[in-house]
């Protein structure tokens, strides 16, 4: 809910004749056409100017701004940013529909498409499985397995098949699995593309990817997995060091919707774990290095702010940038060794 008075606080009248408004900020009279002013957000004592990053409101939008990853800045309603993830119910405006072409232009939309031709491929090719084979309604096993899935003997040595770490990303295990991806994937990731930009976006989407594999791999090398979850929780990563870096000018309504967001993810996260089709170490795996390259991307999002940022801000920033170099070299490290001698002990 904005934070505005009521139109009935405000003088009514038409024409010239015009009375100007009271500025709650004190000092000159408002005479915006608009009919209203905005009371700042709590800990600010003058008017936002418009498109301030102030993590508040501001007098011409009412909704938060962000700069975007071009160095514009704009409302992030118009942008389609707006952190809490919520669809917009308002009219097909002019705003609106540039903001629908901008998203043909996305990689995450174009991605989607990927995955759909991905999985009508593996329906042409292998059809539908048995439910008792694979309760998500899709492909058969042997299918996946043919076209890339992650299987952790196949990647160690002698094979050295290293493209099943980075294949099944495109690969979906059935009608379920591609359906709840691709509603994760297109409601999240079109508004965070349109707020790092494509490049950031495709970095974290492949890197998460590997990584939720890799990990994948290290805890259950003898499933064959498939699917984007753990490039999807990657995006959500970004999205959680973006909330704890930014937290002091976050308004208030953004910081329960965020929390409300994170733990209604590490709810869904819980239950899905249980369910004995779902790979719940890539989840974890993606996460992570999402958040770890989140942290950088939060960081140049304000690189004049490096300063003046807070103490808590730079050690996450410097201590994530070490930890994902670490974390990838030891993920390798065990797979190529404590996986493949596990996978040498069962042959």
Known sequence: MSNIHTLSDYRKSDGPNRQPLPNPWGGAQSTKSQGFTAIPPRGYTQAPTYG????????ASNYPSYPTHDGTEMPAQ????????CPSCEPCSHENKVLYKSWLKTFIL???VVDICMFIVELGIGGFASPAENQMLGPPTATMYLLGGKWAPGILPPGWQLYRLIVPIFLHAGFIHIIMNLFFQLRIGLNMELRYGMAKIVTVYILSGIGGNIFSCVCRPFSLGVGASGALYGLVGVYTAHIIMNWSTLAPQEKCMSLYFLFTMLFATMMLGLWPVIDIFAHIGGFVIGFLIGTYFVRQDYPQRWFYMSVRARILFVCSVLLLIFMFI???AIMYTVTQAQVASYQ
């Open 330 to 332: 030891g993920m390798l």
């Open 52 to 59: 301030q990053p102030v993590g508040g409101y501001t007098p």
């Open 110 to 112: 174009w991605v989607s």
């Open 78 to 85: 118009q942008q389609g940013v707006r952190m809490q993830f």
